[in-house]
């Protein structure tokens, strides 16, 4: 029964309030993700999906993202003590779904990561972490990849939870970072191996991109393509340094919409190493 002060319309009017307050909330997430608010476009086709704390553009072709990108701004205290989550949940928008079980048995390929949940986790929280589990978000990766010089990389720009203690990177260091990343597939359709039935795409290398404002307001960026293979000593990350534009050649996407500040072309190394 509908209240005599009106009750039935005032839910009404904040189921409708909050409805707004969430699509408004989801929108603005999208968009922050991106450095200059536009997602990269590139000569595959994808599909945009938001969710809260990150962004994939994902390619049915490639069964495959093609790109995430995050942004991370006032980091804060590292939240610890995060579990890892179970299985990878399905992106029912795919186009075939990808399933958990689609990695199984998959000659040393692991799921990797595009966008980490170690640094959700340390960011946002153990929820917020839980999100990254889905297999929009994934490659398959060399376990010795994705668990060494790959880890490296990650934990050099999202910190390191060690044994003594909590080791902080780039976004603990600087008050706003986009990070980027993403898989170059080279030798083209029939030249990249694919995993089981479904034909999920191997990358031959992975990318990332990451732009920071460091603490006197100076827009910096630096970039890795590192080959996808085994052997690859943990700590050499750095011998994969690249400019953006090198990455937007050999992965055929462009990252930023315009590149007004020069950012394409700029490598800042010791910047990345040494943040001001």
């Known amino acids: 029964m509908l209240s005599p002060f009106g009750g039935g319309r005032f839910c009404l009017r904040s189921c409708v309030v909050r409805a707004l307050f969430l699509f408004c909330f989801s929108f603005v997430c999208a968009f922050a993700q991106f450095f200059q608010g536009q997602p990269p476009t590139g000569t595959r086709p994808v599909k945009t999906f938001n969710y809260t704390y990150y962004?994939?553009?994902?390619?049915d072709e490639t069964r495959t993202p093609l790109w995430s990108a995050m942004e991370v701004r006032q980091a804060g205290e590292p939240i610890l003590g995060c579990k890892r989550a179970g299985k990878f949940a399905p992106e029912p928008r795919a186009?075939?779904?990808?399933?958990?079980?689609?990695?199984?048995?998959?000659?040393?390929?692991?799921?990797?990561?595009l966008t980490p949940n170690a640094v959700v986790a340390y960011v946002h929280g153990c929820e917020a972490a839980k999100a990254t589990f889905v297999t929009s978000n994934i490659v398959p990766q060399l376990q010795s990849h994705n668990g060494g010089v790959w880890e490296a990389l990650e934990a050099a720009i999202g910190g390191r939870n060690s044994g003594s203690g909590f080791v902080?990177?780039?976004?603990?260091?600087v008050p706003d970072v986009w990070i980027y990343t993403g898989p170059v597939f080279w030798g083209g359709v029939e030249g990249v191996r694919k995993l089981g039935p479904k034909e999920v795409?191997?990358?031959?290398?992975?990318?990332?991109?990451?732009?920071w404002r460091n603490r006197k307001g100076r827009t910096r960026t630096c970039s890795w393509?590192?080959?996808?293979?085994e052997g690859i000593p943990k700590n050499s990350y750095m011998d994969y340094v690249v400019s953006m534009k090198e990455i937007e050649e050999q992965a055929g996407i462009r990252i930023l919409a315009t590149d007004e500040e020069g950012l394409s072309g700029q490598?800042?190394?010791?910047?990345?190493?040494?943040?001001e």
């Open 267 to 275: 490598i800042d190394a010791p910047g990345f190493l040494d943040p």
């Open 168 to 173: 902080p990177g780039l976004v603990q260091k």
């Open 225 to 229: 393509v590192i080959p996808h293979r």
């Open 201 to 211: 795409w191997v990358p031959s290398a992975l990318w990332k991109t990451v732009i």
């Open 55 to 59: 962004a994939v553009g994902y390619s």
């Open 95 to 113: 186009e075939p779904q990808i399933f958990h079980t689609d990695y199984k048995n998959s000659d040393g390929y692991s799921r990797g990561h």
